[in-house]
């Protein structure tokens, strides 16, 4: 591998790594404080996409304005969600679990039918300068997720500390009984939980629109690894995803490059296991950020 | 619970059940060659669901259920291609391998709970099925294995035609349901549903809650590889695809919607909705959302699936047939 290589990989990895862990906080958040699951999570990341593409590539919106729009689009699904399918089934893991893999299938055709089947859409690149360092140039457009990613997060954790809604939202993840009894209403704590984690999804994907080639079934590529993030960073904590996030991000990001995508998924996996056969609960455990 | 709505369906005694086996046997005379191949399809989803619904009674609802029917196939079809074993040997052969692999699988997950169960059997699922497309050597990629050899002619009867084959598979599809419902009767059965009831009450009992669990995956996934020996030897072919997340949910959405509280479920949701998704193949391209939303209203409105609807039904006809006459 020639140095200017591994800085490219670098650079690649990192921000997987903040792509992964956009995603996979929100589907953490929303397990911790649901004890739901949400297959459906990486079409939440596929909807930002599209609406990027609809708004920027076909629309001529400015770039930032359809990120924005795809945070908001994603926040609006994440409520639908919470609120159609998650809150008639409280308490209910299996049939939430399963009844979002339903949901797979229902955003997948919506999208393949105004948008179209298969063919993935281009979406011209906002930015066109690079980063060039040691004789690497690394697309300022591929690293545009990280810092957004950093503050995100960051944020996420200082509001789940600081704030008073966010300590609420802890403490329904924590013990809802106990949570409800001082006066928390539970329903709008995860009605706000999904709502960030789709805001999360969306723009992470919106942010990588512009990278990742676009079809209706992206959704279903990008949950697997989102999925493995949460269950080796420990279902519920924040700060485990994004620690599994860069993991995987950096364990995907350098096997795809040396060897192929399929291999990265098998090698993610195996890792996964192995994790989980020595430590069940994860790397961070349950408890919530 | 479950014993007391069978006695339901029981109106009538076995009349009904012969009624619908002399059907069967007569169905295939009369039909379309491509509505007999539609017929056989119906056997192995049965099979698969059947099965399914067996893991399903421990609560384990894993998702690695459709790989271990491509596990069979492979397995199946390999020994019968590579090295020359004969079909109806390769078959049960093909379902051991799928009981093994679902061990396998379980074993190392046994510890973990909930979510990180169902997530990590997906995960290790896709493990299997990216070895089968990685490796054309000897899985042969993404277009598969072609050529696996039809079952042979025994005493005259040649069961690579296609009469045969379906009462070749009907005969198994009753045999699997006979040794299921043998089981689920059965005291490991009776275990199995303590377990998906209350795991520490059963723990305290004295059942062994990890055996039970692998036992419960060994036996589905026998059966789940049996249904892919059934299908590889008759598509001549496999591949991958066959055996991805789509097919997974289409499982999910079969056990659902039929119900999964009695044995019957399971055949009443593969005999609706895959009729249904026989009948909407005009409609390909929006198919998937209406499936994808029929499982999520029946979720939300209808807990036990369209049997829970039809015990439900039932129990109201009996109870108005009751009092009927006193009102007379």
Do not use: A, G, R, S
């Given at each position: 591998m020639s140095s200017q290589l591994l800085i490219q990989t670098i650079a690649n990895a990192i921000a997987a790594s903040g792509m992964l862990a956009l995603i996979a906080v929100g589907l953490t958040l929303a397990f911790g404080v649901m004890q739901m699951a949400n297959l459906a999570h990486g079409h939440f990341f596929m909807m930002g996409a599209y609406t990027v593409y609809a708004l920027y590539a076909l629309g001529g919106w400015p770039f930032w304005w359809a990120v924005a729009a795809a945070v908001a689009v994603g926040a609006v699904i994440g409520l639908i969600v919470e609120r159609g399918i998650f809150r008639p089934l409280q308490g209910d893991v299996v049939s939430g679990f399963i009844a979002t893999a339903g949901l797979m299938f229902v955003f997948e055709v919506l999208v393949g039918e105004i948008w179209g089947w298969g063919l993935s859409r281009p979406i011209p690149s906002p930015y066109m300068r690079a980063f060039r360092f040691m004789g690497a140039a690394v697309a300022f457009q591929r690293v545009l997720v990280i810092p957004f990613a950093i503050v995100s997060i960051g944020g996420l954790m200082f509001f789940m500390r600081r704030f008073r809604l966010g300590r609420a939202l802890r403490a329904v993840a924590q013990d809802p009984e106990a949570a409800a009894l001082q006066g928390i209403n539970i329903n709008r704590m995860t009605a706000l939980a999904m709502a960030i984690a789709g805001a999360y999804a969306g723009l992470a994907g919106g942010l990588m629109s512009t990278i990742y080639a676009i079809t209706p079934s992206l959704g279903g590529h990008i949950i697997l690894p989102a999925l493995i993030v949460v269950v080796v960073g420990g279902m519920g904590s924040i700060g485990g995803a994004t620690l599994a996030a860069v993991i995987f991000g950096f364990v995907m990001t350098f096997v795809t490059t040396l060897v192929d995508g399929v291999t990265a998924v098998m090698v993610s996996v195996t890792v996964m296991a192995v994790v989980l056969a020595i430590r069940p609960q994860g790397l961070m455990g349950r408890v919530i950020a | 619970m479950s014993s007391h709505s069978l006695k339901k369906y029981k109106i009538g005694g076995l009349a009904p059940l012969i009624l619908v086996l002399s059907g069967l046997c007569l169905v295939p005379f009369f039909l379309r060659a491509y509505l007999v191949e539609v017929a056989m399809m119906y056997f192995i989803y049965i099979i698969l669901a059947q099965s399914y619904r067996l893991i399903v009674t421990v609560h384990?609802?894993?998702?690695?259920h459709i790989v271990l029917y491509g596990v069979g196939a492979y397995t199946s079809g390999m020994l019968a291609k590579n090295l020359g074993v004969p079909v109806f040997a390769a078959i049960p052969l093909g379902g051991a391998m799928a009981g093994l692999v679902g061990m396998a699988i379980t074993l190392p997950l046994l510890r973990t709970k909930g979510w990180g169960f169902y997530i990590a059997t997906y995960g290790l699922a896709e493990l299997i099925r990216l070895t089968w497309l990685k490796f054309r050597n000897p899985f042969g990629g993404s277009t598969g294995i072609i050529d696996i050899p039809w079952p042979p002619v025994i005493a005259g009867i040649d069961f690579s035609d296609r009469i045969p084959y379906y009462f070749f598979s009907l005969g198994v599809m009753l045999l699997v349901m006979l040794m299921l419902y043998r089981i689920e009767k059965s005291r490991i059965g009776d275990s199995f549903k303590a377990i998906s009831m209350d795991p520490e009450l059963a723990a305290s009992t004295g059942i062994n809650i990890p055996r039970h669990r692998l036992m419960a995956c060994a036996i589905g996934g026998f059966f789940a590889g049996v249904a892919g020996g059934l299908l590889v030897h008759r598509l001549g072919a496999v591949d991958p695809k066959l055996f991805n997340i789509t097919t997974t949910l289409y499982l999910l959405i079969w056990v659902v919607v039929g119900g999964t509280n009695t044995f019957w479920g399971p055949i009443i949701g593969v005999s609706v909705m895959h009729t249904l998704f026989e009948l909407s193949r005009p409609l390909i391209e929006i198919r998937p959302m209406f499936f994808g939303l029929s499982m999520v209203l029946v979720l939300i409105f209808l807990p036990g699936g369209l049997e829970g609807l039809i015990s439900k039904a039932v129990a109201r006809l009996q109870k108005r047939d009751r009092v009927a006459p006193v009102e007379t």
């Open positions: - | 384990d609802w894993q998702l690695y």
